[in-house]
């Protein structure tokens, strides 16, 4: 049975800190792409960061340079490190796993929520 966990989200003021992870269990962690996507009120959902099974990573345009995504394979395990933030980072928070050859994410976990005040 898959497990797609996240948590470490919560409420943070504007400028600071939060760390998110994603713990997994039920397929080869290794071998997935791993993304952190988030969706505020009324807003579309958006890419907000991914790492691939080789460790390469891309970053919307809006978090380069404050976020940072990594992963643990010991661990099956993928973090978000979010610094500097904006009250325009708040919402949900979403990791996903998409397999080798995969045309989409087929994992998904329940949603960590981000509030940045102001």
């Known amino acids: 049975q898959v497990h797609v966990v996240e948590s470490g989200g919560g409420l943070v003021q504007s400028g600071g800190s939060l760390r998110l992870s994603c713990t997994t269990s039920?397929?080869?962690?290794?071998?997935?792409?791993m993304t952190w996507y988030r969706q505020a009120p009324g807003k579309e959902r958006e890419l907000v960061a991914l790492?691939?099974?080789?460790?390469?990573?891309r970053y919307a345009d809006s978090v380069k340079g404050r976020f940072t995504i990594s992963r643990d394979n010991a661990k099956n395990t993928v973090y978000l490190q979010m610094n500097s933030l904006k009250p325009e980072d708040t919402a949900v928070y979403y990791c996903?796993?998409?397999?080798?050859?995969?045309?989409?994410?087929?994992?998904w976990g329940q949603g960590s929520q981000v509030t940045v005040s102001s």
């Open positions: 996903a796993a998409r397999g080798p050859l995969s045309p989409k994410d087929g994992y």
């Open positions: 039920g397929f080869t962690f290794s071998s997935y792409d």
């Open positions: 790492i691939t099974s080789f460790r390469s990573t």
